[in-house]
């Protein structure tokens, strides 16, 4: 069993940053990968970005220039640094990982963006 907890969300004014972890811990025996997704308010969840356990990563084209993932594997941890945040990237932020065949999903972190 996986257990996943999203910290760093808050209330930001427009052109500010956040920078999201999420811890992980539990018995992992082959991390596929590893991602970010967002919901909105009376939307669908959608794809942030994605890293492979070999670095590679992929960014949704709304975030791609402002945001950036990454991890650090000693501590097990998932970063989502987000800069420039614009009104739109107000949601929920969900961390996933894909291990030993299963999806493992956070709690989720909200991040609002207002003046």
């Known amino acids: 069993q996986v257990q996943l907890v999203e910290s760093g969300g808050a209330l930001v004014q427009p052109g500010g940053s956040l920078r999201l972890s999420c811890a992980a811990s539990g018995t992992m025996f082959s991390i596929i990968a590893m991602g970010w997704y967002r919901q909105a308010p009376g939307k669908q969840r959608d794809l942030v970005a994605t890293?492979?356990?070999?670095?590679?990563?992929f960014h949704n084209a709304d975030v791609k220039g402002r945001f950036t993932i990454s991890r650090d594997n000693a501590k097990n941890t998932l970063y989502l640094q987000m800069n420039n945040l614009k009104p739109e990237d107000t949601a929920v932020y969900y961390c996933?990982?894909?291990?030993?065949?299963?999806?493992?999903w956070g709690q989720g972190t909200q991040v609002t963006v207002s003046s």
């Open positions: 996933n990982y894909v291990v030993d065949g299963n999806i493992y």
């Open positions: 890293i492979s356990t070999g670095g590679n990563t």
